[in-house]
C-alpha cells in the first residue's frame, strides 16, 4: 500500500526556474528516500534523508524533513530540460528494508 | 555500489503465455527480494517480498497462483506471469537487499510485459 501522498501530481516549469516537490506520510519512519525515474526506465536513487535529519544537500537538490508535520520536500534548483522525469519519495519504517512510495510527481522542464 | 540486472528487459507475448523474469544481484547477496508492479504514471506497488529458501509473503490483492515467485538463491530471485493476460501488462521492478543493508536500495532496471 501506498503511504506517502505527493504533490503536485504534474509540474511544468521553464528550464532555469527551480522546482519543488512536496511529499506527506501517515507513519514513523526510519528513513525517507527520493527516486527519479525517466519514461519507461527503471529508478534512479537521488537523496537519502534519515529520520534525526532536517535538510540535506546534494548538487542542485535539496531535501527537508519536517517529522512533526510527516512531510518531506524535494527543491531542484536551476532546472534542465534533463530533469524532466517522475519524482518519488519513499519511506523506510525501519532500518531493514522495506520501502514503501508515494504516487510521484511527473515533472516536465521546458527548454 | 551494488548492482541487481534483470532478464528481460522487454517482453511481448500472446495472451496465455507465462513469462518468467528474472532478477539477479550481480555483486552482493540478496537475502531479501522485493517485487513491484508499476502501472502507466502510476507509482511503484509492493506485489511480494521473498527472503532467500523461504515462500514469498503477498500483499494484499496479489494472486500468489498468478505471480509466482521463487527465490532458491542469494543471487537469483524469478518472477513468472502464469497465463498472462493483456491486464497484466507492466512494468515489473525487483529490489535486493542483503543481510547488512541498512540505507541504500539496489534497484533492478525493470522488465516491461506487454500482453497483446
Known amino acids: 500500500s501506498q503511504q506517502g501522498e505527493e504533490d503536485p501530481q504534474a509540474l511544468s516549469i521553464q528550464e532555469g526556474e527551480n522546482a519543488t516537490m512536496n511529499c506527506s506520510y501517515k507513519?514513523?519512519?526510519?528513513?525517507l528516500q527520493w527516486y527519479r525515474q525517466n519514461s519507461g526506465r527503471g529508478l534512479v536513487h537521488l537523496i537519502l534523508?534519515?529520520?534525526?535529519?532536517r535538510e540535506k544537500h546534494s548538487g542542485r537538490l535539496r531535501v527537508t524533513l519536517d517529522t512533526s508535520k510527516k512531510s518531506s520536500s524535494l527543491l531542484i534548483t536551476a532546472s534542465r530540460a534533463a530533469d524532466t522525469a517522475s519524482y518519488f519519495c519513499?519511506?523506510?519504517?525501519?532500518?531493514?528494508?522495506?520501502?514503501?512510495f508515494g504516487g510521484g510527481t511527473r515533472l516536465m522542464v521546458k527548454p | 555500489g551494488a548492482v541487481v540486472s534483470q532478464h528481460p528487459s522487454w517482453v511481448i507475448c500472446k495472451s496465455g503465455t507465462s513469462v518468467k523474469i528474472e532478477c539477479r544481484s550481480l555483486?552482493?547477496?540478496?537475502?531479501?527480494m522485493f517485487w513491484y508492479r508499476q502501472f502507466p504514471k502510476q507509482s511503484l506497488m509492493l506485489m511480494a517480498t521473498?527472503?532467500?529458501?523461504?515462500?514469498?509473503?503477498?500483499e494484499q490483492g496479489v494472486e500468489k497462483d498468478k505471480f509466482l515467485i521463487n527465490h532458491a538463491s542469494l543471487t537469483l530471485s524469478t518472477l513468472t506471469v502464469t497465463s498472462a493476460h493483456p491486464e497484466d501488462s507492466s512494468f515489473y521492478i525487483c529490489?535486493?537487499?542483503?543481510?547488512?543493508?541498512?540505507?541504500?536500495?539496489?534497484f533492478g532496471p525493470g522488465t516491461r510485459l506487454t500482453v497483446l
Open positions: 521473498s527472503n532467500e529458501g523461504s515462500k514469498a509473503t503477498y
Open positions: 519513499a519511506t523506510a519504517s525501519n532500518a531493514g528494508n522495506m520501502l514503501t
Open positions: 534523508i534519515r529520520s534525526n535529519e
Open positions: 529490489r535486493g537487499a542483503g543481510r547488512t543493508s541498512t540505507d541504500t536500495q539496489y
Open positions: 507513519t514513523s519512519i526510519n528513513n
Open positions: 555483486d552482493f547477496q540478496a537475502t531479501t
